[in-house]
């Protein structure tokens, strides 16, 4: 029995190497584009990235035209700068569903998942700033003997 340890420095020899995080491969269509589908709140997104000049499109029409509150468009925009990836890509969405704050989240969180299967080595970058995550937080149901989700009705004594 000469394979039994005598002390713990002989143990720590015996320790194999961790296996390496699985390599992520880049997942393109036959057109040269990546696709993600991004969800927030009740809204849908079908996203397509491709190489191009930084044009976004969302349902048919420019994003200056369809998002016109600046928050929204910068809300698009914060994956593509975290991967420092400004005028490299054209992103064109469809959306639906839920309202216009909700439609831009969902437009950012599949634009983010879209980037991975583009470029795989951008996942932690992406990940770190949170992009990747699906915020679930949606709106809580209506309970009968309340006017709303919680609200009660107007107490009156008399």
Do not use: C
């Amino acid at each position: 029995m000469s394979d039994t340890m005598q002390s713990l420095d002989q143990l720590s020899s015996l320790k194999t190497a961790a296996p390496d995080a699985p390599k992520r491969e880049k997942k393109v269509d036959k057109f040269g584009r990546a696709y993600a589908t991004g969800k927030r709140k009740d809204a849908v997104a079908r996203v397509w990235i491709k190489p191009g000049s930084g044009k976004i499109q969302v349902n048919t029409r420019d994003v200056e035209v369809y998002f016109a509150r600046p928050v929204l468009r910068m809300l698009l925009q914060q994956p593509i700068v975290a991967a420092a990836r400004q005028g490299q890509y054209d992103v064109i969405a469809t959306v639906a569903g839920g309202g216009l704050s909700g439609q831009a989240g969902a437009v950012r969180h599949g634009i983010s998942k879209a980037l991975t299967y583009f470029e795989p080595d951008l996942r932690s970058v992406l990940k770190k700033g949170g992009f990747l995550t699906r915020d679930s937080r949606v709106v809580e149901r209506k309970k009968y003997g309340k006017a709303k989700a919680r609200r009660s009705f107007q107490f009156s004594k008399r």
